[in-house]
């Protein structure tokens, strides 16, 4: 999953002008932090954009590395001593951070520690919906599918790591038919732009329509955001 902390002093970063307030009245840190290597998302578009912006720094943490990819960067989570290396100043700047609800409150509690005044704090979260709303809503959900495919195809969707496997009417998400089979996939946006609920197609045919939280290379490797991700065949998925 995505999430990301900036740190910038002398301006504000506002939308669309935030980088041209970094390069023209401040300095600016992004702290972007993702499981893997392999989980960051526009790892090369935000290289290059650190090398065109004089006064923003970026910098990339993973929780962990895998065979086969290689990573320099910084490893773990973020305590304060990576804080206090990367932005040895960070007391007095402006916080901006977004990201899931764990992550949030991670970073709080670290600024908290440090006696941050939170006046300057300022946050987007991607907060996950209340777990009794997520499952009504995907109950529903199938419900609703099934009702207007009564007279179409169903599809057998099996989960080959836990042994489970539903059978759903042809355009149901993902998603819910993983909660029809008593599975929950980690989920915080649920728009197809955080990542957290990416999981891979063994074989099958599937429709997706993402905003951008995954890659070119993961979709061609048969990784799918199941929030945003249609079953329209007999579908098997490595969870």
């Not at 949030?104 to 991607?126: C, N, T």
């Not at 169903?154 to 790591?161: A, D, L, N, R």
């Not at 891979?200 to 905003?211: C, D, I, P, S």
């Amino acid at each position: 999953m995505a999430s990301c902390t900036e740190l910038v002093k002398g301006g504000w970063p506002a939308h669309r002008n935030a980088l041209m307030h970094f390069h023209r009245s401040g300095t600016g840190h992004g702290l972007r932090a993702q499981r893997a290597p392999r989980d960051l998302i526009y790892r090369a578009e935000l290289g290059y954009m650190s090398t065109r912006i004089e006064n923003f720094r970026l910098h990339l943490i993973c929780e962990r590395t895998e065979i086969g990819h290689a990573w320099s960067g910084y490893r773990g989570y973020l305590p304060r001593q990576m804080l206090d290396l990367i932005a040895p100043d960070f007391l007095q700047r402006e916080v901006f951070c977004c990201g899931p609800t764990p992550y949030m409150r991670a970073v709080r509690k670290l600024l908290e520690e440090a006696g941050y005044d939170f006046a300057h704090y300022h946050k987007e979260s991607f907060g996950a919906t209340p777990e009794a709303d997520i499952a009504v809503a995907e109950e529903h959900a199938v419900e609703a599918h099934e009702r207007e495919g009564a007279a179409e195809d169903t599809y057998c969707v099996p989960f080959k790591e836990s042994g489970k496997s539903t059978r759903v009417a042809g355009g149901v998400i993902l998603h819910a038919a993983a909660a029809s089979a008593g599975l929950t996939i980690p989920k915080a946006c649920g728009m197809g732009i955080c990542g957290t609920c990416r999981v891979k197609v063994l074989e099958g045919k599937t429709e997706m329509a993402h905003n951008g939280g995954i890659t070119d290379e993961e979709i061609a490797e048969g990784y799918v955001l199941s929030c945003c991700t249609k079953v329209t065949a007999d579908v098997s998925v490595d969870y």
